[in-house]
């Protein structure tokens, strides 16, 4: 009976053990899992690194984009009060060619008269 009590005591003991190796593969599928999520978010939070990255440099080369415009408008400008220059040199020629002209016309008037 003693053997028994032993035999019976020994298949409770290795039940028990059983059922401990159970729940530590539970633990490990539990830890499997959270490990799964946390590397889930780890790829997530990289994709959104990636992404802000490519907006960055979508940003920098609209920003590019803009500095260029503006440097052929400001090149534009230029151009244009050069033309501007020419031409107030070309008028103020004119007025000196007229102002020569009106001084011939009066010095013939002085001869003729």
Known sequence: A????????????????????????????QIGA????????????????IQASIDEVRIKSFAVEVQAYAAQ???STER???????IAGEAAKAEMYK???????????AYKA
């Open 2 to 29: 003693k053997a028994e009590f032993y035999r019976v005591q020994m298949e409770g003991i290795k039940a028990s053990v059983a059922v401990k190796g159970l729940l530590v593969d539970i633990y490990r599928a």
């Open 34 to 49: 959270s490990t799964a999520l946390v590397q889930l978010y780890v790829a997530e939070m990289e994709g959104a690194r």
């Open 73 to 75: 408008v400001t090149a």
């Open 80 to 86: 244009y009060r050069g033309y501007q220059a020419q």
């Open 99 to 109: 102002a020569q002209v009106q001084g011939y016309g009066e010095e013939v008037n």
